[in-house]
């Protein structure tokens, strides 16, 4: 049964996007307890898993933002066709979605256990790195095609408004991954291996009850709809290359670390935590209004979708600045959680008011990105992040943390000078479009 009745679009104003972006707030955090529970009790076992965790984290966060790539693809076609009244679609472009996350999570995966000394290599890790940062990735390399489809359901039950489930999954890993890791790090003596399968039993559970959950709150009836795959491969692939050039960059920044010093690398892995936190509930926002903004194209309103990003920027700057403040009120207190070196925490602590500042500008450029994801031009998001990254971040990161050893201070400069760069190519992106 299609229908073509449009189904209740939200009003106008913050609250609609808030009570979307709640739930995908709380997942968010969540699934960052995930690497939090992880760092805090490899950082209690020594300062040698911690750096093999730090440099080993960002390469599996590769894998999993391509496969995710695709789940943005699917949760935007699913709010556009829900917003046009259109369930026998929605239920098409969700078949066609988990059929191939699956497949494209198991090739990731493959890889992932392939190349994981060679990256590791590539990124400086030493000897005594080396060998657990290995065995950490091949474990989770089993756990790419879980979260693949993991990824592409919570993406279609958000693009018809049902955000938690992301939520409802996100508390369910964790609650399986803190015992897990308690276990199998210090009881069973796996170490870092040992908190990487942790992580894939938590996966696997939370995929196991996405399933469940997703099975009655989706349409079921599909309509037959040529093109699927290839349209949903056209909004996917950019932004599985946006998000896969991002995190390969946050692998290099790392790996820029890890060359200043083990200490200058666990440092940045504290810092990294908590910016990770803010982006986090930034994201929220931005997704609420991606999904807000294209059910509204869905429905033929592109000046309701413009409004929704001028609402959704005013939401992210109050929630940039509440945990800033926060995070900055507390002093050397949060650093000190993850480390019993207070040498590692004071440069950690240094270095976060400059990190909080590069998320400034990032506020505005989620909001242009959220509004050009909507409609299906990802390829503009692609375009400006890779053109920001690779012409301002990499050699700015190098050239002031590395050769000119500014440490710490200089990466988190090079982040606030790529999210200038970014706003200003997507604002014009944005204006050229409208």
Request: hydrophobic share 55%.
């Amino acid at each position: 049964m299609t229908g073509t009745v449009l189904p209740d679009r939200a009003p106008p104003g913050m609250r609609p996007l808030w009570a979307l972006a709640y739930p995908l707030m709380v997942a968010g955090l969540t699934q960052i307890v995930l690497n939090v529970v992880d760092t805090i009790l490899l950082g209690r076992l020594s300062t040698r898993a911690l750096a093999a965790f730090a440099l080993a984290a960002p390469v599996y966060l590769v894998a999993l933002v391509v496969v995710r790539g695709w789940a943005t693809a699917v949760q935007v076609r699913v709010a556009q066709r829900h917003g046009a009244g259109r369930p026998g679609e929605v239920a098409q472009v969700v078949r066609v979605g988990v059929v191939t996350s699956v497949a494209a999570g198991a090739v990731v995966g493959a890889l992932l256990w392939v190349l994981a000394t060679p990256v590791l290599r590539v990124l400086g890790a030493s000897g005594d790195l080396l060998g657990p940062g290995t065995a950490y990735l091949r474990v989770l390399a089993f756990a790419v095609p879980f979260a693949a489809v993991s990824f592409t359901l919570q993406g279609a039950c958000a693009g018809v408004g049902a955000t938690r489930a992301a939520m409802y999954t996100a508390l369910l890993v964790n609650a399986v991954n803190l015992p897990a890791g308690l276990l199998l790090i210090f009881h069973v003596g796996w170490g870092v291996p040992g908190a990487a399968a942790a992580t894939l039993l938590a996966t696997a559970a939370g995929t196991a009850f996405l399933l469940l959950y997703a099975r009655p709150r989706l349409p079921r009836n599909a309509d037959a709809a040529p093109g699927v795959t290839r349209d949903l491969w056209t909004i996917g692939w950019p932004e599985m290359s946006t998000m896969g050039v991002g995190y390969v960059n946050e692998a290099l920044i790392a790996g820029f670390a890890a060359r200043m010093g083990t200490h200058d690398l666990a440092a940045y892995r504290i810092v990294d935590n908590l910016l990770l936190i803010v982006f986090t509930i930034l994201a929220s926002a931005a997704t609420a209004t991606t999904i807000l903004a294209g059910q509204d194209l869905g429905a033929a309103d592109p000046a309701q979708a413009e409004s929704r990003r001028r609402t959704g920027t005013r939401l992210l700057l109050l929630m940039l600045a509440i945990p800033s403040a926060l995070i900055l009120l507390a002093g050397t207190t949060l650093p000190a959680l993850f480390t019993e070196d207070p040498a590692v925490a004071d440069q950690a602590w240094q270095a976060t008011p400059w990190a909080l500042l590069s998320m400034l500008p990032m506020v505005v450029a989620m909001t242009y990105a959220a509004l050009l994801r909507a409609a299906g031009n990802t390829r503009a998001v692609m375009i400006a992040s890779i053109a920001s990254d690779y012409l301002v971040l990499i050699p700015l990161a190098w050239l002031l943390g590395v050769h000119l050893g500014y440490g710490l201070h200089g990466l988190y400069l090079s982040w606030t000078a790529f999210a200038l760069t970014y706003t200003a190519l997507l604002a014009l992106h944005h204006h050229r479009s409208r």
